[in-house]
């Protein structure tokens, strides 16, 4: 258990409904960050905030993906009209500055 | 194209046999750091070594550094069943880019 939370383990939806997955850092990290990975490659980078702002957002991630971290603590990462393709494990991560990322269980998305 | 990519791409070793693991990056970084991935589950961090180190060690792994020819190894020696996992290494350039990983599997 490295101190980082994320709910809920699983999640199976339909293509088309909304889903929406929370993080919880370490408390004293000032920075997280969500990670896309698929079966067989490494975690892909989304985004990252530090404390609550939202610095950097990859290009790979489209409209239908929105992130937030309203008072700096918890984070919540939203699909909407999620399609097939977004079926794989949401990893989040947090630090402390631009040190070692202490990574959460993930949570498992199957998009039927 | 991903920043760190690592090679071999799967290793099968029998315990008490040692493993290496190369990572190769493309731009300049900070630090670069290698991560562990049981299957299933999420990252555990091993090890951070900074731009201007060249060796570092923890416990019976050993991270090597070498910024001229942009590339890292990871060497776990006296490997143990329990070492089998994915290893990946990311740098902190480009937001923490990841490789695709080795998985090492070692045989009791």
């Known amino acids: 258990d490295t101190g980082v939370s994320q709910n809920p383990r699983h999640k199976i939806t339909k293509r088309g409904q909304n889903v929406t997955f929370r993080c919880d850092p370490i408390?004293?990290?000032?920075?997280l960050y969500w990670y896309r990975q698929t079966l067989g490659q490494g975690p892909e980078f989304l985004t990252y905030f530090q404390n609550e702002a939202q610095l950097e957002k990859s290009r790979l991630l489209s409209d239908r993906f929105s992130a937030e971290r309203p008072k700096g603590s918890f984070s919540t990462l939203e699909i909407q009209r999620t399609e097939q393709g977004d079926s794989a494990m949401y990893l989040c991560?947090?630090?402390?500055?631009?040190?070692?990322?202490?990574f959460g269980p993930g949570t498992r998305l199957t998009v039927l | 194209s991903q920043q760190g990519e690592e090679d071999p791409q799967a290793l099968s070793i029998q315990e008490g046999e040692n493993a290496t693991m190369n990572c190769s990056y493309k731009?300049?970084?900070?630090?670069l750091q290698w991560y562990r991935q049981n299957s299933g589950r999420g990252l555990v961090h091993l090890i951070l070594i900074r731009s201007n180190e060249r060796e570092k060690h923890s416990g019976r792994l050993r991270v090597t550094l070498d910024t001229s020819k942009k590339s890292s190894s990871l060497l776990i020696t006296a490997s143990r069943a329990a070492d089998t996992a994915s290893y990946f290494c990311a740098t902190d350039s480009q937001n923490f880019v990841f490789g695709p990983g080795t998985r090492l599997s070692v045989l009791p």
């Open positions: 408390s004293e990290h000032n920075r």
């Open positions: 991560a947090s630090s402390l500055e631009v040190r070692e990322q202490f």
């Open positions: 731009t300049s970084i900070n630090n």
